[in-house]
């Protein structure tokens, strides 16, 4: 299902942490299904792909992370002791390799295409 939000949604903010909540890239998936999400990474798989970290942002409009991306506070900015995490942007869409969820997942990614397309044409016209 794809959020008619067009605003970008900054996640929790605790001085004692990095800003953002903390959650697995599955849950960020389930929980911001069909939105761009920005993430600090805290961790990585046996494939050093990113597994969780800090959600910084959760769009529907993948402009929103740029923005999100030049509020946060640069490295030089930062205590000496602060761990330096990277950023991960993504797509929030179940991960799905064959069967019936394939099939869901692709007629969901096909459908998604299609509001995409006709927003950016309805924004060309402006």
Avoid: C
């Avoid at 069909?34 to 961790?43: D, N």
């Avoid at 046996?46 to 490295?75: C, F, M, N, T």
């Amino acid at each position: 299902m794809v959020s008619s939000r067009s605003r970008a949604t900054p996640s929790d903010r605790s001085p004692e942490r990095p800003s953002g909540q903390l959650m697995t890239i599955d849950e960020a998936i389930a929980r911001f299904q069909g939105e761009w999400v920005l993430m600090k990474v805290t961790a990585v798989d046996e494939h050093h792909w990113p597994s969780q970290g800090y959600v910084i942002v959760h769009s529907s409009e993948e402009q929103d992370l740029v923005e999100a991306i030049k509020r946060e506070r640069r490295e030089h900015d930062l205590p000496s002791d602060t761990p330096r995490l990277p950023y991960y942007s993504f797509r929030a869409y179940p991960q799905v390799t064959t069967g019936p969820s394939f099939d869901t997942a692709l007629r969901q990614f096909a459908a998604d295409l299609e509001v995409g397309r006709a927003r950016y044409h309805a924004r060309s016209k402006r």
